[in-house]
């Protein structure tokens, strides 16, 4: 059994319902939910494409048990994401811009694999840069030890310089 994080969120749609959903098909598809952060609101992170002026995402972070690989793990979540509306576009993630979505659900680590292939790469290479992350993540794993910063969670966000605001929405 390993433990994989995962990162939950959206901006379009019933939000809460979403989550919840995803939070659902997560046990089904890819292992049991052990522990789960508060939801918090966030401004969206990042350019986005076209001018667009989007919602505020909501984020949830899950500690999940599996017996399935990462790469197995990866094509749940994405499985998952197209069962809940969301469509992803072929170009590389970030050459046009971030796009608003009804759910994302991110591979954050495993447990302390380090993993960098074409299609994943283990830990996220740009959690510890943002505060979104870093917050629901804290609730569940504070002690999680960074595989490559060699850092707690806890460390990481107090030392992230994302400014940005991360507002606990439920308990």
Request: hydrophobic content about 35%; charged content about 20%; glycine content about 6%.
């Amino acid at each position: 059994m390993s433990t994989l994080y995962l990162l939950i969120g959206g901006n379009q749609g019933d939000r809460l319902q979403t989550i919840t959903q995803a939070a659902d098909l997560i046990r089904q598809r890819i292992g049991s939910v052990v522990a789960c952060s508060r939801i918090y609101e966030t401004a969206p992170w990042g350019v986005f494409a076209d001018g667009e002026k989007p919602q505020n995402f909501y984020n949830q972070a899950l500690e999940v048990a599996t017996l399935l690989s990462p790469h197995e793990a990866l094509k749940e979540a994405l499985e998952t994401e197209r069962m809940l509306g969301r469509r992803r576009s072929h170009g590389k993630a970030g050459t046009q811009g971030y796009a608003s979505r009804p759910i994302d659900i991110d591979l954050i680590c495993y447990d302390r694999l380090v993993i960098d292939t074409p299609d994943l790469t283990l830990p996220h290479p740009r959690m510890h840069l943002r505060r979104f992350v870093l917050q629901p993540m804290c609730d569940i794993a504070p002690y999680y030890n960074h595989p490559i910063l060699n850092k707690t969670l806890t460390e990481l966000l107090n030392e992230c310089t994302d400014t940005s605001s991360c507002l606990c929405c439920s308990q």
